[in-house]
C-alpha cells in the first residue's frame, strides 16, 4: 500500500527526486496552462453573469439612468428617494411575512415529514419519495392553482363550503390569508423534503442501534442523532431558502400582481413596477438595500451559527477564563500515593 502511493506520487507531473509522500508536487508548467484553459468559460460566464451586473447596480444607482438622452451623477438621491418612500417598508414588511411563512412551512415542515417518512416500510417510502419527486413547471402549477383559489368556481371554495360547510373564502382577495395561500402551493408541492430523506439515509445505523442499547426513545434518537447529523445540509437549504424568499416574484405576480392593497407586494415586485415606470435608477437602489438585507442575514447566520455537528457550539460571549496562580495549580494537582 505505501510502496504503490509512493509510485503514484512520483508519477505526477513535476515531482522531484528527494521529495517525500508529505509534499504536494508541483504542477508543471503544461498542467497549470491546462487547467486555467477547462477554468477560463466558468470564469468568463461568472465575470459576465455575475460580477459585472453586479457592480453595474450599483453604479447605475448613484446616476439618473434612463433608456434616451444624457445619464448624469446624482449620489445618493435614488436612495434618499426609496428610503423616503412609505411603500418601500411594506414591500419589506410583506417579504419578511411571505419568508418567515415559506421557511417555517416549505422547509421546518419537510424536516418532521422526512424523518416520519423514514419509519415507513422501504417500499412505501420509495413511492413517497418518487411522489415527493415529481417533476413540475412553476408557472404551470401557479395558473392552476389561480384557478383552485377562484372564490366563484374554485375547487378550494367547493371544499370549503360543501365539505366543510363553512362560510365563503375570500382566499386570494383578503390581506390577512394572501401571504399564507400563496406560500400553500408549494407545502404541496414542492420543499426539500427529498434531500432530507437522502441525509437520513446517510446515516449510519449503527448510531441509532448504539442509542437504543442506552435505552434512548424515538425523540430522543431524533433530537441527538438526526437533527445534529442533517445540520449541514439544513444549514445549506436555509440559506438558500432565505434567498430564494427574499426574491419571491413569480407567484405574487401571477396570482394576485402585490394585491389586495399591496398586501402581497414584495420588494421584487415593487422593484418590477420601478422598472415598468422607467426608474430604473430606483430599482437599482430598491436592489441594492435588499441585496445588503439579506448579505447581513447570511452573515449573521454564518457567524453565530454553527452547521457541523461535531465541532464545539459557538457561543456569542466568549469569556475568557482568569489564568490560575501556581498556588491554585498546586492545590488542584492530584497527589500521588
Known sequence: MAISQVEEARAVPGYRQGDTTATVPRLSRRRR?????????????????????LIMAF??????????????YTGLESYRRVWNDPLTAQAFRVTAIYAGLTILLTFVLPIIVAILLMEMPRRMLRVMMLLWFIPLSTISSILVFRYMYNTQYGVFQWFATD????????????????NFWLVFPGLLFFGPGLIYMATLQSIPQSYYEAAEIEGAGFWRKIWTISIPRMRPVISMLLIFALIDSSQAFEQQQVLTEGGPGGASRTVVLYLYTFIQQLRFADATALGV?????????????????????????????????????????????????
Open 163 to 178: 365539505v366543510l360547510h363553512l362560510s365563503p373564502q375570500p382566499f386570494l382577495n383578503s390581506s390577512s390569508q394572501v
Open 33 to 53: 496552462i491546462e487547467s486555467w484553459i477547462f477554468l477560463f468559460p466558468a470564469v468568463l460566464f461568472q465575470l459576465s453573469w455575475g460580477w459585472y451586473p
Open 289 to 337: 438595500y435588499l441585496f445588503f438585507v439579506v448579505m447581513f442575514l447570511v452573515v449573521v447566520y454564518r457567524t453565530f451559527l454553527n452547521d457541523d455537528p461535531d465541532a464545539p457550539r459557538k457561543s456569542i460571549l466568549r469569556w475568557r477564563s482568569p489564568k490560575r496562580t501556581n498556588d491554585e495549580q498546586m492545590v488542584t494537582e492530584p497527589v500521588g500515593d
Open 59 to 72: 453604479v447605475i444607482s448613484f446616476t439618473n439612468a434612463r433608456l434616451k438622452g444624457d445619464i448624469h
